[in-house]
């Protein structure tokens, strides 16, 4: 068993896990926080995705002994009480969402593209947020509305 | 997966300790191969000692035109790097070809070459640019260093610290990724430096990356795409599997090494 403290959605977290649990297993099991979804539990679809330390990281590929002393952030974590995440509203303005299971991973990787590109100056062009969406797959096909969810985020960030 | 005992080490010391106390214990980076493996049960370490935390083994220094990179270097980082992208930019877009973004905030370069897929980029690169894998033992020569699918020269519990190489005058990686995994199905990195031409090819070979010496040759006579044409790849050297025959991927390995020249 392994000792960790980490911080999660602000709080922080001190506990004993299994050496070899999973970061997604740890949130949902452990901590209940549900919103993190394992889709394909292989790196491919991106249902996971978290930010550890400010970057997104699928949590279904990553140890949860390997995040102690980092500060995680889920998609519970992303709201201002009830005001929405600019890129949770834009989702709900475009419909962005179908099924809505890929969603999590979706608004946590179109945050961090959104937080990296403005860093670098760059532009996150419609393009760019397809390439950039490379490892989150939604089986509805819905991406059309989730580029343009992405795109509105963009601009409200 | 199997149950397995967790380390952090502190630094390549406390690591290497690790290691040799351990049943059968196995180094891990950013532990993007190594994790789904396990969780596969293709892999079963009885302890993982974890160096991605190593500041030591981290970060790239660019002096001159010598390159040296951290093996816990991410991907994004040196995608990211404005220096090395200035002096080898075919090395920086060639990582932010690897996998995705999360994936690349967590693989690492060490990682991606102590593991050796076949059909990874990194070792491509590594081979292409001449490198030098600066180990906690000795240094080892990139043309030494891959001995085949999965296969390299490092000894049981020896730990990547670092690969360094001088920057070409030019260089580019162009790559074929399969549609769904995106690993290479084939990829050309091409360097044109002091020393000549290398080409380097990942994914297509039946035995890991390799060197084209046939195209460096024709490369050094006459540096163009054109050159590549009178080229033949032999496909008996050529992997084949249900997605690509040996002859699709010896005709991609032409494609790409096009694609990389017209890139430099």
């Known amino acids: 068993m392994a000792d960790i403290t980490l911080t999660v959605n602000g709080q922080r977290v001190s506990t004993t896990v299994e050496d070899r649990a999973l970061l997604v297993e740890f949130l949902r099991d452990a901590l209940g926080l549900t919103g993190t979804h394992v889709g394909c ?22 140890l949860a002994a390997a995040a102690d002393g980092c500060e995680v952030t889920t998609i519970e974590g992303v709201a201002k009480g009830d005001a929405l995440h600019p890129m949770q509203k834009a989702f709900n303005d475009n419909h962005g969402l179908q099924c809505g299971f890929c969603t999590p991973g979706m608004i946590m990787s179109g945050i961090d593209m959104v937080a990296r590109y403005r860093a670098d100056g760059r532009t996150l062009d419609e393009a760019a947020i397809r390439e950039e969406l490379e490892g989150n797959i939604c089986r509805c096909t819905g991406y059309h509305n989730i580029v343009k969810s992405i795109q509105q985020a963009a601009g409200e960030m | 997966m199997h149950e397995t005992t967790y380390h952090r080490a502190a630094s390549v010391e406390d690591a290497s300790r690790l290691l040799s106390a351990s049943d059968e214990g196995q180094l891990i980076a950013g532990g993007q191969t190594l994790i789904p493996t396990m969780k596969a049960r293709l892999a079963a370490p009885s302890d993982l000692v974890d160096i991605s935390r190593i500041g030591a083994l981290r970060g790239i220094e660019v002096s001159g035109r010598r390159v040296t990179i951290g093996a816990m270097t991410t991907h994004a980082e040196v995608a990211g790097s404005a220096e090395l992208r200035s002096v080898c930019p075919g090395l920086a877009d060639l990582a932010g070809l690897i996998g995705d973004p999360a994936v690349r905030h967590r693989g690492t370069i060490g990682g991606s070459i102590a593991n050796n897929d076949p059909a990874s980029d990194y070792p491509a690169g590594v081979l292409g640019l001449a490198a030098v894998i600066r180990t906690d033992k000795r240094e080892i020569s990139a043309d030494d260093y891959f001995e085949g699918m999965f296969t390299t020269a490092l000894d049981e519990g020896e730990i990547i610290l670092s690969v360094s190489f001088d920057a070409p005058e030019a260089c580019a990686y162009a790559k074929f990724p399969n549609p769904a995994s995106r690993y290479a199905l084939c990829g050309v990195f091409i360097a044109k430096g002091a020393d000549g031409i290398r080409v380097a090819v990942t994914g297509a070979g039946n035995d890991g990356v390799f060197r084209a010496s046939a195209l460096e040759q024709a490369l050094s006579l006459d540096f163009s795409p054109a050159a590549v044409d009178g080229v033949t790849v032999d496909a008996d050297e050529m992997l084949s599997d249900i997605h690509g025959d040996a002859a699709y991927r010896a005709n991609l390995v032409k494609v790409m090494a096009k694609r990389a020249l017209a890139a430099m």
């Open chain 1, 41 to 62: 539990d292989t790196s491919q679809c991106g249902a996971c995705v978290v930010h550890v330390d400010g970057k997104a990281m699928k949590s279904c590929t990553m």
